[in-house]
C-alpha cells in the first residue's frame, strides 16, 4: 500500500514537472504533438488499461491542461483565451458530467476529442506568437507531414510484397478504398502541409531541395483518396492564390500551380486498366460527383436523420447544450435485433449540435468567423507575414469541417492564429515576478 502511495507521488511529480517545462514553452509542445500525430497514424497498441483505455494522447493533453492552468494562474490574463471559447469548454463539460453520472465511461470516451480539441486551443493561443515562433512551428508541420509521407509509402511498398500485412492494413480503413492506407485527419496534415510549402514558395522563401516535397505531398494526398481531403486541399490552394493575387508574380504562382498539377492531370488522362492505383483513383473520384451513391450521400441522408431528431426532441435543454456525452447520436437497432447502430455525425457543426446545442454552435461559428476575418484583413494588410497562410490553411479546414470535426491538430492551428492575428490580448497578470513573466510571455 506504502508503495502504491509512493508511486503515485512520483508519477504526478513526474507530470508536474513535465507540465512547468511546457509551460513556458509552446514551440516544443507542437513538436510534441506531431510527434503523437505520426504516432497515432502507425496503429502500434500503446494502450493502458485501467477500467478504461488510457491513450498517449489523454496523457499529452492532461499534461498540456496542467501547463496551460499553470499559465493562465501565474503568466497570462483568461483574457488571452476568447469569451466564446471558454462557453464552449463550460457547457461541454457540463455535458460530460452529466453523462459520466448517466453512461458511465462512455462519456469519457466520447468527449475525448473534444477534451483534446479545447485544451489544444487553450494552450497555444495563451502564448504570445512571434514570427520566429510561428516559422518553427509551421517547419515542424511540414516535418510531421514528411514523415506521414514517408509511412504512406512504406505501406504501399510493403503490402505490395507481402499479402497478409496488405490485409491488415486494410483493415484500418472500413471503406475497402484501395491505397487508404492512412485516415483522412493524417490526410488533412499533408494538405496542410502543402498549403504551408506553396505559400513559401510563392513568398519566394521556400528552399529549392523542399520545392520537391510539393509534388510528393500533393500525389501521396491523391493517392491516399480521401476525396473530402481534395476539396480541402482544392479550397486551401485558391485561397492562397487569392491573397496573392495583387503581389508581383501572380502569373508565376499561376504557372507554379500548373505545373504541380500537371503529374495528377496526367494520371487521369491514363487510361483505365485493371485495377491499379489509377483506377482506383479514378473510381473515388466518380463517386465523388455521385449524387446518389458513396460515402457523402450516406452521410447528407445521416446529416439529415440526425437534424430532424434534434429538431422534433421538443426538449429546451437539448436545444441550447445538446445531450450529454455517451447518449449516442442517433441509435437504432439492426435488422436482427441483435445489437445498436450509431453513426457519428460526420459534419463538425452537426457535431457541436448535439454536444452543445446553440449555445456552443453560436460560439463556435463566431469564433470561426472572427478567425476567417482577422486573417484577410491581416493578409491584405501586410503587416503579418504568416496571415496569407493562414488564410488558405483555415479555407481548407473550414471545407474539411462540413463532412469530418476538428482534432486537436487543428486546434494547435486555432490556438496560434487567435494569438498571432491579435483576436485576443495578451496582458501578463505578474507583477512581483517581471523577469519570469517576460519568460513566460514570450515563450
Not at 136 to 143: C, K
Not at 223 to 237: E, K, P, T, Y
Not at 386 to 409: K, N, Q, R, S
Request: net charge positive; aromatic share 12%; glycine share 8%.
Amino acid at each position: 500500500m506504502f508503495i502504491s502511495f509512493v508511486s503515485v507521488i512520483a508519477v504526478f511529480s513526474v507530470l508536474a514537472a513535465i507540465a512547468g517545462w511546457l509551460a513556458a514553452r509552446p514551440v516544443h509542445a507542437a513538436y510534441l504533438a506531431f510527434g503523437l500525430i505520426v504516432l497515432e497514424a502507425s496503429h502500434l497498441p500503446l494502450s493502458i488499461n485501467y477500467g478504461i483505455s488510457i491513450y498517449p494522447e489523454d496523457m499529452l493533453f492532461a499534461i498540456l491542461a496542467l501547463a496551460c492552468l499553470i499559465r493562465l494562474s501565474l503568466f497570462a490574463s483568461v483574457k488571452t483565451v476568447p469569451l466564446t471559447w471558454w462557453v464552449i469548454g463550460a457547457v461541454q463539460l457540463l455535458l460530460f458530467v452529466w453523462g459520466n453520472r448517466t453512461f458511465g465511461s462512455s462519456a469519457g470516451v466520447d468527449y475525448r476529442i473534444h477534451f483534446y480539441l479545447w485544451v489544444s486551443v487553450c494552450y497555444f493561443c495563451s502564448a504570445q506568437w512571434t514570427e520566429p515562433m510561428v516559422k518553427r512551428v509551421l517547419n515542424g508541420w511540414t516535418a510531421c507531414a514528411s514523415m506521414l509521407c514517408m509511412l504512406a509509402m512504406f505501406r504501399w511498398i510493403y503490402s505490395a510484397i507481402d499479402p497478409v500485412y496488405a490485409e491488415e492494413i486494410m483493415g484500418f480503413d472500413t471503406t475497402g478504398i484501395r491505397f487508404r492506407v492512412l485516415s483522412s485527419t493524417s490526410s488533412l496534415v499533408i494538405a496542410v502541409g502543402f498549403l504551408i510549402l506553396l505559400f513559401r514558395m510563392l513568398s519566394g522563401r521556400l528552399p529549392l531541395l523542399q520545392r520537391i516535397l510539393l509534388p510528393v505531398f500533393l500525389l501521396v494526398v491523391v493517392v491516399l483518396q480521401h476525396r473530402s481531403v481534395w476539396v480541402s486541399l482544392f479550397v486551401g490552394a485558391i485561397c492562397v492564390l487569392w491573397t496573392r493575387q495583387k503581389q508581383q508574380g501572380s502569373l508565376r504562382a499561376g504557372l507554379a500551380i500548373g505545373l504541380l498539377m500537371l503529374p495528377v492531370a496526367v494520371m487521369f488522362a491514363i487510361p483505365d486498366e485493371g485495377d491499379g492505383v489509377v483506377s482506383s483513383i479514378k473510381g473515388a473520384a466518380g463517386s465523388a460527383i455521385s449524387t446518389k451513391e458513396g460515402t457523402m450521400v450516406a452521410r447528407v441522408d445521416n446529416w439529415q436523420a440526425l437534424l430532424a431528431n434534434w429538431g422534433s426532441s421538443k426538449d429546451v435543454l437539448t436545444y441550447l447544450v445538446g445531450k450529454p456525452y455517451g447518449s449516442g447520436f442517433n441509435p437504432q437497432e439492426s435488422e436482427d435485433g441483435q445489437s445498436v447502430i450509431d453513426m457519428v455525425p460526420h459534419n463538425h457543426f452537426v457535431h457541436i449540435l448535439y454536444r452543445g446545442g446553440l449555445i456552443a454552435l453560436s460560439c463556435t461559428l463566431a469564433l470561426f468567423y472572427q478567425l476567417w476575418t482577422a486573417a484577410v484583413k491581416e493578409a491584405r494588410s501586410g503587416r503579418k507575414y504568416w496571415a496569407p497562410c493562414l488564410v488558405g490553411v483555415f479555407g481548407a479546414c473550414f471545407a474539411y469541417f462540413i463532412p469530418y470535426f476538428a482534432t486537436y491538430a487543428s486546434g494547435i492551428l486555432i490556438g496560434i492564429a487567435i494569438s498571432y492575428l491579435g483576436i485576443c490580448k495578451h496582458d501578463t497578470v505578474v507583477s512581483s515576478k517581471p523577469v519570469m513573466a517576460r519568460r513566460f510571455r514570450k515563450s
